[in-house]
């Protein structure tokens, strides 16, 4: 059951990197914010 929940967690955070890489390609300023921003912690499942 863990295995699949972390397959479904990944996939969700690889959709979520694209959408955020769409917003920032026309925005290089925020993209650099956004990239030297610390990683927030992983939420424990």
Do not use: C
């Not at 690889?14 to 300023?29: F, I, L, P, T």
């Amino acid at each position: 059951m863990q295995g699949i929940n972390k397959e479904y967690a990944k996939l969700g955070k690889e959709k979520g990197d694209e959408k955020r890489r769409r917003d920032y390609a026309g925005n290089s300023k925020l993209w650099k914010q956004h990239m030297t921003r610390p990683a927030p912690r992983k939420r424990r499942a």
